[in-house]
């Protein structure tokens, strides 16, 4: 069975104002329609789309001229819960599920995390997905580093999520392999054309779909799309406007059956090793 999913591709911010917070909800929810309309189960949104994505110097204590502790007074969190809200009624309203990105905040002083929430399509918060492996900058000044994977089901299909610079660590794409996803859920906020590659690669050395989700600004250098268990683009976003991409994850295809069912198997075979220790050999000749 398929499953259908859309890449929201909308303006991003780095300035976690009111009134960006509530631009950036209109803007999600309105993309949040046009996937309900196209039979969409799952949306997923950039890095920081729901918050904004704050700048290091705008959110510097001692800034902008240099870095300082991050001054999270500045994020407008009153109208983030509000919109918050707004956002999860609409998805249960539409039943439909969405990823999106956002600062999540801890009482007391620690440092938030860089998330993504995953809503259900009864507008619960089934599960949050921290940023792990963070910057230099991040993890000196701003954020809390997130512990552990995080999957989540839908109709039988299972996910797995990454953020931005996490797609520099094959090891992360390896281990939800292990965790048998189905399709690894990439959001960020980058203008790297790198990670487009990058994410190609990790896609067919695991046999898996990967999306990948940018905002506008970052499209010019990978467009909003979707690639295959092979390692191909399905389909990407035509321009560097706001719009989704609805993508079909079917099995069955040409970019996907060979892959999952041949590929995938033969290379948890190959990484346990068990089958080459009876054929290795020593020889005289090396």
Same mark, same amino acid.
């Given at each position: 069975m398929s499953f259908r999913i859309a890449i929201a591709q909308i303006t991003g911010s780095e300035?976690?104002?009111?009134?960006? =917070?509530?631009?950036?909800?209109?803007?999600?929810?309105?993309?949040?329609?046009?996937?309900?309309?196209a039979g969409v189960r799952l949306i997923q949104f950039h890095e920081g789309a729901f918050s904004s994505y704050p700048s290091k110097r705008l959110m510097s204590? +001692? %800034?902008?001229?240099? @870095?300082?502790?991050?001054?999270?007074s500045k994020v407008a969190?009153?109208? *983030?819960?509000?919109? @918050? @809200?707004?956002?999860r009624s609409l998805a249960k309203e539409l039943k439909l599920w969405l990823v999106v990105g956002s600062v999540? /905040?801890?009482? %007391?002083?620690? /440092?938030? $995390?860089?998330? *993504?929430?995953? =809503?259900s399509d009864n507008g619960e918060i089934?599960?949050? $997905?921290?940023? /792990? *492996?963070?910057?230099? +900058?991040?993890?000196s000044y701003m954020y809390t580093p997130g512990k552990k994977p995080v999957t989540f089901t839908i109709d039988?299909? +299972?996910?797995?999520c990454v953020i931005c610079i996490e797609i520099n660590y094959p090891e992360l794409f390896m281990q939800y392999e292990q965790l048998n996803v189905d399709c690894v859920l990439f959001s960020t906020y980058s203008e790297d054309p790198m990670f487009g590659i990058e994410a190609q690669g990790h896609?067919?050395?695991?046999? $898996?779909?990967v999306t990948f989700s940018p905002p506008v600004q970052g499209a010019k250098a990978v467009p909003a799309g979707v690639i295959a268990p092979n390692g191909q683009w399905i389909d990407q976003a035509k321009n560097d406007k706001p719009q989704i991409v609805v993508v079909d994850l079917d099995p069955t295809s040409v970019e996907a059956e060979e892959a999952i069912k041949y590929r995938r198997p033969? /290379?948890?075979v190959a990484r346990d090793g068990a089958i080459y220790r009876d054929r290795h050999i020593i020889d005289a000749q090396g």
């Open positions: 300035n976690p104002s009111a009134e960006n =917070i509530r631009a950036n909800a209109q803007a999600i929810r309105k993309q949040m329609h046009a996937a309900s309309k204590s +001692t %800034g902008p001229d240099t @870095l300082g502790e991050a001054d999270w969190w009153d109208v *983030l819960e509000e919109e @918050l @809200l707004s956002v999540h /905040r801890f009482s %007391g002083k620690h /440092r938030p $995390y860089n998330s *993504l929430y995953i =809503i089934v599960e949050r $997905y921290d940023k /792990r *492996l963070i910057s230099n +900058t991040e993890v039988g299909w +299972t996910f797995g896609a067919a050395s695991n046999s $898996y779909w033969w /290379r948890r």
